[in-house]
């Protein structure tokens, strides 16, 4: 299976190093300097122990940044992370219950699911 290219590759002919000198022309902030404007207990990171394309420091200190929310670690890389979530379901789901106030919209889909 092939990966599909970037749209802003794809429609401007961007080479890694071109898109990566542009998207520091117009994003000028870092995560880390972000993060401590993020209500911690609406957050939940999965840190991925062996990940190549943000190296755990990175992670960590982006954790850290954020007043240091729940976290739980993942053994494995960036993108093999994904086949962690099924172990994790649980715990996500239960840290949305907890934390995250459904909206109308969902409140009425669960009425409805009730009542059928």
């Known amino acids: 299976m092939k990966c599909r290219e970037p749209l802003a590759r794809r429609y401007h002919s961007l080479t890694d190093e071109q898109l990566y000198e542009a998207m520091g022309k117009v994003i000028r902030t870092d995560p880390a300097k972000l993060a401590p404007y993020l209500p911690r207990d609406h957050v939940l990171m999965l840190i991925a122990r062996f990940d190549s394309s943000i190296p755990t420091r990175y992670q960590?200190?982006?954790w850290r940044g954020q007043?240091?929310?729940?976290a739980d670690s993942v053994p494995l890389g960036h993108y093999t992370s994904i086949l962690m979530l099924p172990a994790h379901r649980v715990s996500v789901m239960h840290f949305f219950e907890e934390n995250l106030e459904p909206t109308p919209s969902s409140a009425m889909a669960a009425a409805i699911q009730v009542k059928n």
């Open 60 to 62: 960590v200190r982006l």
């Open 67 to 70: 007043g240091k929310p729940r």
